[in-house]
């Protein structure tokens, strides 16, 4: 089976699984509508621009024969768009969006969670955990990446992970799952870091550290660390399902550790590899990715169907190598299998194009449901998506 066909039957898989955790994963919460939520999930597709959205509505459709849980969202709470650059560039990388995201302010490309001139500024995690709220953040990437970083530690350098990683295994998240491994574990663990083990930091904080599926699964801590490859966790075409939890897996268990807080919780899920395959040029993985990461927002819409005090919001960091199907040579394509789609180099049609490898200055959708839904409205700036879920909860600056 090559990797297209192998890749068609799991995002179908995945999408089943979204459904039986819809069913069977569902905490119950607090019920009545009030004009704040109590409780906030942010799903953040790390390069999820409308390109990458609009082939995985088309896949979903053709293929799957199925409608897109982010179609699901929109369709019953609203949709607007947001701009992404930095203060010192046009197009943003995922530490300056994830800062503005996370903090509400501008900065420069590579810093998480200051200012330019290096002053720290709060992040919503650290304003809701003043609140008397549990946070957490789960990520397909190190869970020391930038996205999850934002919302965990403050740092100059994105690439500096190993001070970043030692800021996460002491932050007051209650959940902290991904990838990143090696910067927690010394040598004789199987790591790289030198001078101590962080995973016995986190322990002495009171974090449980899991490292496989299974564990996570079976864990009753109040507070969990998931640390489920050296680095980045698998692509989802690639992921051995019995050991590695998909981003849905995590983003249940971490609504189920979270939602014990009877004063609310804030969840920070990120699909972070839909980016690193367009940096690739790769349309399969990146489907893969966004297929997963649909599936996540699959079970925080069912969560809050079930829980009208919740409010939901999907957005991106920034765009990534803007795909598109187009024609090639003027031929356009009809309405083919999505195993024909082929890129550009291969000379057929129909065709993904890609304008680069990098991130674009697209504006990138956001689509929210639940109390506050209304002032997403038209087109606003990535760190107006603070300014909202600041409100919404009520929390104090
Ligand atoms: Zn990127």
């Not at 990838?179 to 986190?202: C, I, M, N, V």
């Not at 356009?332 to 000379?347: F, K």
């Amino acid at each position: 089976m090559d990797k297209r066909e192998t890749g068609r039957h799991r995002a179908a898989a995945v999408l089943v699984t979204a459904l039986l955790l819809g069913v069977a994963g569902v905490v119950p919460g607090a019920q009545g509508a009030e004009a704040a939520a109590k409780s906030l999930i942010l799903l953040i597709g790390d390069g999820m621009g409308p390109q990458i959205l609009s082939i995985g509505k088309i896949y979903s459709e053709m293929e799957l024969n199925s409608v897109l849980n982010i179609e699901r969202l929109a369709d019953k709470g609203r949709t607007c768009y947001a701009s992404t650059s930095s203060a010192d560039k046009l197009v943003t990388d995922s530490a300056a969006s994830g800062t503005a995201i996370a903090c509400g302010k501008k900065t420069q490309n590579g810093m998480i969670g200051m200012l330019p001139d290096t002053t720290k500024v709060d992040n919503i995690f650290e304003l809701a955990v003043r609140a008397g709220k549990s946070v957490g953040a789960v990520t397909t990437t190190s869970i020391s990446h930038a996205t999850p970083a934002c919302f965990l530690a403050h740092h100059p350098n994105r690439s500096h992970e190993w001070d970043i990683a030692a800021q996460v295994a002491e932050c007051d998240a209650a959940v902290a799952m991904g990838g990143g491994s090696k910067y927690f574990l010394p040598p004789e663990r199987g790591g790289g870091r030198r001078g101590g083990d962080l995973t016995e930091t986190a322990a002495r904080a009171g974090f449980e550290v899991v490292y496989d599926r299974e564990a996570m699964l079976a864990s009753e801590a109040d507070r969990i660390m998931g640390l489920f490859a050296p680095a980045h966790l698998p692509y989802e075409l690639d992921r051995d399902v019995e050991t590695v939890p998909s981003l849905a897996e995590m983003t249940a268990k971490a609504v189920e550790v979270l939602s014990r807080n009877e004063r609310g919780f804030v969840l920070m899920v990120e699909g972070g590899r839909i980016d690193h395959a367009e940096h690739e040029n790769d349309i399969v993985d990146a489907l893969g990715e966004f297929m997963a990461f649909d599936a996540a927002v699959g079970y925080a819409l069912d969560y809050q169907e079930r829980n009208s005090d919740v409010t939901v919001i999907v957005t991106a960091d920034h765009d990534c190598g803007g795909p598109a199907i187009t024609a090639l040579k003027g031929e356009y394509a009809g309405y083919p299998d999505i195993d024909q789609y082929h890129t550009l180099e291969e000379e057929t049609c129909p065709v993904v194009g890609w304008v680069s490898g990098d991130h674009t200055a697209t504006l990138v959708p956001v689509f929210t449901i639940g109390p506050g839904e209304d002032g997403f409205a038209g087109i606003i700036d990535n760190t107006d998506i603070f300014i909202h879920m600041v409100e919404i909860l009520g929390l104090e600056e």
